[in-house]
Each structure stands twice: as C-alpha cells, then as structure tokens.
C-alpha cells in the first residue's frame, strides 16, 4: 500500500439514473428507483470496510430544481420513502445519517423525517452517511464566509473549513458514475486533495465488487499532497 493512501472519506457522484432508463425503454423514474437500491447496496459496503468512516452522495444538487416538476417531486418523495424504509438498515449496519445542504427549501414532512433519521441514527458508529441534499459547493463556500464574518472570527482556512456543513475530513476518494468528467458544484472545498476516479458504468448498474476493484486502484496510488 503507498504511503498516505489510508480511504477514510469517500464520495460519490452518483450520475445516469435517466440514461440507464432510457437505455431500458423506462421512465426516467424507474432509473431514481433502482437507483435508491444501490445507495442501499454501496452504504452497506462501506460500513463493512475496516477504514471507510465516512461516506458523502450527491443526491440532489441546487441545480436540480431546474428539471421537470413531475421529477423533482418523485426525487422528493423517492427521499422520504427510502430514509422511512432504511431506518432498520441504518440501524442493523451501525450506520449514523447526516446531511449537507440547505434543506431549508424542503416540504415539513421530508424536513422532519430527515431530523428524526438524524436523531434515531446519531449515536451509530460504523459508518457516517452523509446526503449533499439541495447542495452547491460554492453556496455552501459563501454560507460558512457569512457564519465565520458573523462570529467575528478571522478568516482562515481552519476557521472556514470549521463553518462548512460539512466539517467532516477531507475525502480521500471521489468517484463519478456515467462517464461524465465534472465535479458540478460538488464539495470544491473538501476535494483539494481528493483522488478522482471517473467510470462509465451508470450509477444503477454500479455494484459493491466495482467499488471494490475502484479501491483496489485507489490503493496502488502515490498521493504526494504537494510534496514530492
Ligand atoms: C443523477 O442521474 C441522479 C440524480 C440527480 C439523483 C440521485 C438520486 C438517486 C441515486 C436515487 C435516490 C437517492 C436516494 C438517496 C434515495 P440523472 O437523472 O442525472 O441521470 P442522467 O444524467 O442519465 O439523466
């Protein structure tokens, strides 16, 4: 194992629900449904990994807004229907559900369902999942400014890493599904020193044994972090 490669934080894009549908002649839905199964499937990996503590989907970005209003809803409440079911995964798996994002613009009962998964989960241990929900880096970046200006705090790097949604450490690997090669407004901050990894395999076909070899590659890597 090279030095410095120890996965602690990983992130996902999870990217082409709506192709991988289309590709099967089915509703852009059906490719979200399938979708939510996988994030069962990868979340349960994880928290059996002897050094993964943190894992970071992007399940709905500030952007997402912008597709049909027929969408947006079913993504709300594919949402609240999944967090509802998995409570007994996230409790059988020790797996502790937190949040990034400004879910301020969500309906009261998917707030409150989001607060009482947060609640029931809070002391869980093995794993933290973590949904960047109605999240943008750079509104995320300009909230954490605003708090750190607020405290009257100088500003620095610590002191705004601190005021982020996010203080979780850095992630060590982010992977994007679909074949796309962007971050699209996804944790700028915290992926400074992040290695990326880009697949083609659309997010609902993506399975634990390529997340697996994806790691296996991730180990072979020399992470220098500046240095030489
Ligand atoms: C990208 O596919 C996916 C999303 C915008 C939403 C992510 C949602 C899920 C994986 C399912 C629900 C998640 C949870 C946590 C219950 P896309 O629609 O952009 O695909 P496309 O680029 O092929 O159109």
New binding site residues.
């Given amino acids: 194992m090279a030095k410095n490669n120890i996965l602690k934080h990983l992130a996902i894009i ?7 549908a289309k590709n099967q002649g089915k509703k ?1 839905t059906e ?2 449904k399938v ?2 199964e ?2 069962r499937e990868i979340t349960t990996y994880c928290a059996n990994h002897e050094t993964i503590e943190t894992l970071t ?5 500030t952007e ?1 807004w912008k597709r049909p209003k027929a969408e947006v809803s079913f ?1 709300m409440k ?2 609240d229907n ?1 967090l509802r079911k998995e409570l007994d995964v996230y409790m059988r798996e020790d797996v502790r559900f937190e949040t990034v994002g400004d879910i301020s613009a969500f309906s009261d009962k998917l707030k409150k369902t989001i607060s009482e998964t947060k609640e029931v989960t809070k002391n869980n241990k093995k794993l933290t999942q973590v ?1 960047a929900l109605n999240y943008g880096s750079r509104d995320e970046i300009v909230r954490a400014a605003n708090r750190v200006i607020k405290n009257n705090e100088k500003l620095t790097e610590e002191s705004l890493s601190a005021a982020l949604d996010s203080p979780y450490t850095d992630i060590d690997l982010m992977i994007r599904t ?1 074949g796309e090669q962007r971050l699209s407004n996804f944790l700028l901050w915290q992926l400074s020193y992040s290695e990326l990894y880009f697949t083609d395999t ?2 609902p076909d993506f399975k634990s044994d390529e997340l697996e070899s994806i790691i296996d590659e991730f180990y072979g890597r020399e992470r220098k972090f500046g240095g030489i």
């Fill in positions: 999870m990217d082409g629900n709506g192709r991988w852009r490719g979200h979708g939510a996988v994030v989907l992007y399940a709905f970005s997402n993504l594919l949402l999944y949904l679909s659309l997010w």
